[in-house]
């Protein structure tokens, strides 16, 4: 057994499903920021602009599906590829051809889908590479490409404001383009890959209760950090006037604390136990919404409290799949595709539904308090299963894991 981290896998290939993921999801997110532009160009009303933002997710939560079968029928790095090539040329297409209507972004909104698919690739093609005693690393520095979110946050509604938002989609092509090549020319497959899984395997998970469990569980915490995610540079616009790239500066804080505390969030879950720390992330996560949805007359004020829920949800992503492992280590393969796709149907739910609510009320306040009341059904959700499962898998005899 190699114990050095460096020596057990393939670094390259470490580096470039980083990489990989890290872009993937920055062009996945990008309508989030430049929702607000975009809207005012297109003359779209807030329940339009909310499902132009929401249309990504849902695409990318039933293309992770997909996108993982096929790196199980043919390899991760040729799954990859695949879906670096579509989003390269939807993006180039909406560059050159430019996005006139309502329809059409929904349209690019679809394909961007294939950004947020990459989970299903870059995660197995990094741990693939990995014994067992790395996996939490590989993992770790992998899946931190999530990262890649505060990068638009940060960076899309500058570019816009000076460029034009058309020509973000361009500009975008520069880093994508770049990690193509890198990603071709270093990442490999695994020698040893797992045999593919039949569609059975997942209708089979499916009949199992606590599948379910754990896909609502996480549609709350990473529906909550996609959604929120989303919805924030046209909350702040809305509700504070900020121009959009000062609502995508406030946007980028909350997403940052929100992808820091994924990785922190798993290894707290191991110290004190993933039930208890869920336990916690609903508690505050559900407080924060429930406050913020007082109209609050300070923008600080309401930074700082989606500061806190985002943590919150973050630790709460981590979290989760600190546990899933503990109860399904022969299915963790076709359970994490199911459940990463509840996340991702989440946060679409969540972003559109944000949007019609304000439509429909002329604020957020209902939608955030309807949020904050899934996250106080999840509690009780968990506290409820919480003895069934510390005395079934999660026992002392079943696992040394802290559940």
Known sequence: MNTSFWKAGHAPTLFAAFLYFDLSFMVWYVLGPLGVQIASDLQLSTQQRGMMVATPILAGAVLRFLMGILADRTSPKSA???????????????????????EQAL?????????????????PLASQWYPPEHQGKAMGIAGAGNSGTVLAALFAPALAAAFGWGNVFGLALIPLVLVLVIFASVAKNAPNRPAPKALGDYL?????????????????????????????????????????????????????????????GGALADRIGGIRSLLVVYTVASLSICAVGFNLPSASAALALFVLAMLSLGAGNGAVFQLVPQRFRKEIGVMTGLIGMAGGIGGFLLAAGLGAVKQATGDYQFGLWLFASLGILAWFGLYGVKLRWRTTWGSAAMTAARV
Do not use: E
Not at 80 to 102: D, E, K, T
Not at 107 to 123: E, I, M, Q, W
Not at 223 to 229: D, H, I, R, T, W
């Open 107 to 123: 349209l690019l909104g679809v394909f961007l889908g294939f950004a947020g698919a990459s989970f299903a690739v870059s995660l």
């Open 80 to 102: 990859g590829l695949i879906g670096q090539v579509i989003v390269i040329g939807a993006l180039f297409c909406a560059w050159q051809l430019g996005i006139h209507s309502y």
């Open 204 to 264: 089979k998970a499916l009949g199992d209760r606590d599948s379910w469990w754990f896909m609502f569980f996480y549609s709350v915490t990473f529906g909550g950090f996609l959604g929120l995610a989303s919805t924030l540079p046209g909350y702040f616009h809305d509700q504070y006037a900020f121009d959009p790239v000062k609502a995508g500066y406030y946007t980028a804080a909350c997403v940052f604390a929100g992808s820091l505390m994924r990785p922190l």
